[in-house]
């Protein structure tokens, strides 16, 4: 096992974020440890003062309700479309396997690997396809978009044809838990079509992934079956509270997004000027290409800056956001050239 392939989530899917991993396999690194390794915004929310009752009671279906109200708007649900509130976006993805089963599924590659992974541990035919096309010979199409890691964006209108066609047979599932910052590529508005199903993920965009708050924009026939699979109380109450106020919140969505879309043409400019090629991504993430990548991500760690490498793409890297300057100033030292050279 080599330090770019180490950090990882076991037992198949590996992911960013394994500060606890990284800390083990680079003990002399310095510290803080700077985490690029996820997509997550480094400038969160700012949490409200809480009730102690959101804590000491059960959620009730007023707390309910104000965070339908305001996802509704936040997403741009139509009145006829569910939104099934739960615990992240991760959670739909490994429960809509079991509540939706499927023979063939067909995903947008190269992309998420959860997708695949719980669709074929349901004993689902999976297959990464290349084109929109492809996915309508499937019982259940996949499409992430904006992509992880690449940032490919898929159209609306080509989303809502591959909707159409797979409607007399399956289910087209749009994971747009990167979508926050770019609402105009969305098809959430058109969620209450019955062969749609829309994930949006809370915690990447407000900086909050611990929370455990995502959602499943659906068709009102299918947003029963989820809510009865994930049964009573599916989010807690600090994160019913949390959410409202935070989804709400316009003014602070638009002007995260100004930010983050400034710090990720900050980080293009200086992996660019490391010699990265800049392969795509969002304003969240950023990934780049270089042919010493495996190296690259082991200077990078033992300098105490996580970053995330993919096995099946060893020349590739994906940077998020610095958190602050202090952290900027880190990863330009450490790019001014790779350990050997």
């Known amino acids: 096992m080599t330090a770019h392939s180490a950090i ?52 009730d279906d007023d707390a309910f309700a104000a965070l339908d109200g305001a996802a509704r708007k936040a997403y741009g649900a139509p009145a006829g479309a569910d939104v099934v509130p739960g615990g992240g976006a991760q959670a739909f993805i490994q429960m809509l396997p079991r509540v939706f089963p499927a023979k063939r599924v067909a995903i947008l590659g190269f992309t998420y690997a959860e997708h ?95 929370l455990r708050l995502g959602f499943a924009l659906c068709s009102r026939a299918r947003g029963a079956k989820l809510r009865a699979a994930l049964g009573p109380w599916a989010v807690s109450g600090p994160a019913l509270a949390i959410g409202a106020r935070a989804l709400a919140d316009q003014a602070w969505r638009i002007g995260a997004a100004r930010a983050c879309a400034g710090h990720a043409a900050r980080l293009d400019a200086l992996l660019t000027q490391a010699g990265f090629h800049i392969m795509g991504g969002t304003t969240l993430f950023r990934l780049a290409a270089n042919p010493q990548a495996p190296r690259w991500f082991a200077h990078l760690a033992a300098r105490g800056i996580l970053t995330r490498g993919f096995a099946d793409r060893p020349d590739w890297l994906r940077f998020g956001l610095p958190p602050n300057e202090a952290a900027w100033a880190r990863l330009a030292a450490a790019l001014e050239s790779v350990d050997g050279d």
């Not at 680079?26 to 390794?37: E, G, K, R």
């Open 116 to 210: 695949a992974a719980c669709w074929a541990a349901m004993g689902a035919q999976v297959e990464m396809v290349e084109t929109i096309d492809a996915l309508a010979n499937a019982d259940v199409g996949v499409i992430v978009a904006p992509n992880n890691p690449d940032g490919r964006v898929v159209g609306p209108q080509d989303i809502l044809s591959a909707a159409t066609q797979m409607s007399q047979r399956g289910l087209l599932i749009v994971d747009e838990s990167f979508m926050d910052f770019t609402p105009e590529a969305s098809v959430a508005g058109f969620a209450q079509n019955e062969s749609l199903v829309v994930l949006r993920s809370f915690g990447k965009a407000y900086g909050l992934p611990g």
């Open 8 to 59: 990882g989530a076991p037992p198949l899917v590996a992911h960013g974020g394994r500060l606890d991993a990284a800390r083990r396999l680079f003990p002399d690194a310095p510290q803080p440890w700077i985490d690029l390794s996820t997509g997550v915004n480094p400038r969160a929310y700012p949490l409200p003062p809480l009730d102690d009752e959101v804590f000491t009671r059960l959620p």
